[in-house]
């Protein structure tokens, strides 16, 4: 129980964030926090990673994909590392949208196991199993029964 209702206060911060964040980008306000020695953009990039991986673990895919679509496409100038995570986010938030997109997921999900045959990657790695096994329900799919060998045949343990 203790577990829900903390998810559900985060599920609350992240999104309040997430919308104070559109808003002040809409209008063209400075980030407050800019000044720190740290580039807002990357910040923001890496908050919006965050925000859809949460929302989407949470099971609010159908909030969770534009968010993790929009981070996807900024995370050009970030490491492939945040790159592998941008996709198995949306990848995640495809899987549990109202109507799931397993093919999809699949799919987007491979872009990120790809990443790993050049710059292999622990956390990225790690994230690739647990969407295999949350696309085990749609094993009958080919995409998902494709991307599901492609993760079998990472090195065990997590580590490459």
Known sequence: MDTALDAGGELRTLRGQ????????????????????????????????AAAGVLARLGAGDEAEPIARAALTQTHGLGFEDQGHALLGLAIALATRTRPAPDEAAAVAARAVALLADRPTFSVTVKAREVAAGLAPWHEVSEVRDYCEQVRALPPGGSV
């Open 18 to 49: 997430a919308w104070q964040e559109r808003q002040a980008r809409r209008i063209g306000l400075p980030d407050p926090r800019k000044g720190r020695g740290e580039d807002a953009t990357d910040r923001r990039e890496i908050f919006e990673l």
